[in-house]
């Protein structure tokens, strides 16, 4: 995208129609959905925008907005995508239901 913003129309999950200027940050695959990870207008936060609800894109003239440092493959390790780093340190975790709330479908039979 030669480093430059875009406008888009972009179909949120609520089935609203939004127009945005994006800056964007990259492309990331999950199963079968490729995700823009970008920025909109002047907010730093980057958030997650599944390719297949763009509706319309237009390129601008200006240059996308980078958070400082921002890194792509540092971003996804750290979680932002919930993907497990399987060098990370392993955490135990226990925890304790009641019997309806432990059965599936939170009722027992």
């Known amino acids: 995208m030669e480093d430059r913003q875009f406008r888009g129309r972009y179909q949120r999950r609520d089935g609203d129609v939004a127009e945005y200027d994006f800056h964007p940050l990259g492309l990331v695959f999950r199963e079968s959905v490729v995700y823009l990870v970008a ?18 894109c237009e390129l ?10 921002f890194k792509l493959d540092a971003y996804v390790q750290a979680g932002g995508f919930d993907y497990v780093d399987p060098q990370a340190p392993k955490m135990r975790l226990r925890v304790r239901f009641d019997a309806a709330t432990a059965h599936p479908c939170g009722r027992r039979r």
């Open 39 to 56: 920025t909109v207008w002047d907010y730093q936060d980057p958030r997650h925008y599944a390719l297949h609800r763009f509706e319309q």
């Open 60 to 69: 601008k003239a200006e240059r996308s907005n980078r958070p400082p440092g």
